[in-house]
Nanobody, 123 residues
Framework: QVQLVESGGGLAHAGGSLRLSCAASGRTFSSYAMAWFRQGPGKGREFVAGLRWISGVTDKSDSVKGRFTISRDNAKNTMYLQMNSLKPEDTAVYYC????????????????WGQGTQVTVSS
């Protein structure tokens, strides 16, 4: 069974940085796409960034381009989200998700989800 475990959330000041990790287990992820979503207070779940595990090809939402970097470590089966120049509007619960196939931006297309990690950015 696929298991995704996020870590690295916390509190940051505006302009600061945090790095999220998503440790994946339960199968080989070479044919999978993995992504980060976030859900702010009173909002729906929003695509942040994703990558195709085997190729490393990435996709990012416009709201985080130039500030967030998504990457993976094959040896550790871990995906990362480096978040720089944080803004108060980045405050949300951040979720790691996985699906077979390509990266898509619709959360309903992802079969596997982590439990989420809270990121809070103060102004």
């Amino acid at each position: 069974q696929v298991q995704l475990v996020e870590s690295g959330g916390g509190l940051a000041h505006a302009g600061g940085s945090l790095r999220l990790s998503c440790a994946a287990s339960g199968r080989t992820f070479s044919s999978y796409a993995m992504a980060w979503f976030r859900q702010g207070p009173g909002k729906g779940r929003e695509f942040v960034a994703g990558l195709r595990w085997i190729s490393g090809v990435t996709d990012k939402s416009d709201s985080v381009k130039g500030r967030f970097t998504i990457s993976r470590d094959n040896a550790k089966n871990t995906m990362y989200l480096q978040m720089n120049s944080l803004k108060p509007e980045d405050t949300a619960v951040y979720y790691c998700a996985a699906r077979g196939g390509l990266v898509v931006r619709l959360p309903n297309e992802y079969a596997y989800w982590g439990q989420g990690t809270q990121v809070t950015v103060s102004s």
